[in-house]
Nanobody
Framework: QVQFVESGGGSVQPGGSLRLSCEVS??????MGWYRRAPGSLRDLVAR???????HYGDSAQGRFTISRDSTKSMVFLQMNNLKPEDSGIYYC????????????WGQGTQVSVSS
C-alpha cells in the first residue's frame, strides 16, 4: 500500500516562495509530481519528474517552479518562487507506483494560499 507524507504548504504574499515536500513509501515508485486543484477547477498538472530526472511543467509553472526528487528516498520537492494569487489551491503529490501493475496514486493534498 502506498503511503504519502506531504508538507510545506501554507500562506504567503504575492512574490513569495514556498517549498513542498512529499515522501512516498510502500511500493516501487516511478514518475512523481505535483498537481493543483484550484477552487471550482479540475486537478491540473504543475510539474512531473521521472526516475531519470526528466521534468515536465505545466504552463503556469514554467520559469517560476522547480521540481526535483531524491529517488533513494522516494521523495519529490517543488520549489515555488514568485508566487501569484492564481497559484492558490490544494497541491497533491502524485506517484506512479508498481504493485502487481503500475497505477497512479495521490497524496491527501496540502493547501497553498497566495494573497496580500
Amino acid at each position: 500500500q502506498v503511503q504519502f507524507v506531504e508538507s510545506g504548504g501554507g500562506s504567503v504574499q504575492p512574490g513569495g516562495s514556498l517549498r513542498l515536500s512529499c515522501e512516498v513509501s510502500g511500493m516501487t515508485i516511478g514518475p512523481m509530481g505535483w498537481y493543483r486543484r484550484a477552487p471550482g477547477s479540475l486537478r491540473d498538472l504543475v510539474a512531473r519528474i521521472n526516475i531519470q530526472g526528466v521534468t515536465h511543467y505545466g504552463d503556469s509553472a514554467q520559469g517560476r517552479f522547480t521540481i526535483s526528487r531524491d529517488s533513494t528516498k522516494s521523495m519529490v520537492f517543488l520549489q515555488m518562487n514568485n508566487l501569484k494569487p492564481e497559484d492558490s489551491g490544494i497541491y497533491y503529490c502524485y506517484a506512479r507506483a508498481y504493485d502487481r501493475q503500475w497505477d497512479d496514486y495521490w497524496g491527501q493534498g496540502t493547501q497553498v494560499s497566495v494573497s496580500s
